[in-house]
């Protein structure tokens, strides 16, 4: 079975600050890794995901994530925050013919 | 616009009453899914069809729910005897066949079921 573990369910950053959001996952089989976004009250937005590609993935509005097989891990980052990026992030795994597992989010706040 | 549409947005209803809510895909994609989102938590799977066909099927689902895909293209997901417990986000996603070797999904909005 496949798993997604997001450490801190709340991180709070400064405007211009870095943004770190930690995912470590488990699979059985190559991951697909994905990371969403997700507004409030609305459905959730494809940030970016790795397909065994590139192991460095960039996304959209900045964010990029390294996938790092040795320490099951594929945190999303962003080298300077902005007030529009706070809402929840949810990391998730497939194995391609499973449905997505999403961990239980990590809400990003902003302060200016 | 072109994306995952969900029906209603928002339904508030009275415990043991029945809810219906209607996705309609991405044109042309084939695969379907349903999943649950309750308050601090992330997106649960529920059960998702393969064209017509309900291929799979979470413990989450309990008798209570029932879900269907008659054409191959909008879903429906009915909720009977409502509870307390089933108040959640329900979102849809759908994935064409250029993306299902890795399982990214395109959401819907969702809808907001409010139990009382």
């Known amino acids: 079975a496949q798993s997604v573990t997001q450490l801190g369910s709340h991180v709070s950053v400064s405007e211009g600050a870095l943004v770190l959001l930690r995912c470590n996952y488990s699979?059985?089989?190559?991951?697909?890794l994905f990371w969403y976004v997700q507004y409030p009250n609305q459905g959730l937005q494809l940030l970016l995901k790795?397909?065994?590609?590139?192991?460095l993935v960039k996304g959209i509005n900045g964010f990029e994530a390294e996938f790092k097989k040795s320490e099951t891990s594929f945190h999303l980052t962003k080298p300077s925050a902005h007030m529009s990026d706070a809402a929840e992030y949810f990391c998730?795994?497939?194995?391609?013919?499973?449905?997505?597992?999403f961990g239980k989010g990590t809400r990003l706040s902003v302060i200016a | 616009d072109t994306g995952v549409s969900q029906n209603p947005r928002h339904k508030i209803t009275k415990r043991g009453q029945n809810v219906t809510f209607r996705c309609d895909p991405i044109?042309?994609?084939?695969?379907l899914y349903w999943y649950r989102q309750t308050l601090g938590q992330g997106p649960e799977f529920l059960t998702y069809?393969?064209?017509?066909?309900?291929?799979?099927k979470s413990r989450l689902l309990s008798d209570r729910f029932s879900a269907e895909r008659p054409k191959g293209s909008f879903s429906t997901l009915e909720i009977q005897r409502t509870e307390q417990g089933d108040s959640a986000m329900y979102l849809c996603?759908?994935?064409?066949?250029?993306?299902?070797?890795?399982?990214?999904?395109?959401f819907g909005e969702g809808s907001r079921l409010t139990v009382l």
């Open positions: 998730a795994v497939s194995s391609g013919n499973t449905p997505l597992v």
């Open positions: 699979s059985s089989v190559p991951p697909y």
């Open positions: 790795y397909t065994s590609a590139a192991t």
């Open positions: 044109s042309e994609h084939n695969r």
């Open positions: 069809f393969q064209n017509e066909a309900q291929l799979e």
């Open positions: 996603a759908s994935v064409g066949s250029g993306s299902l070797n890795t399982g990214e999904l395109f």
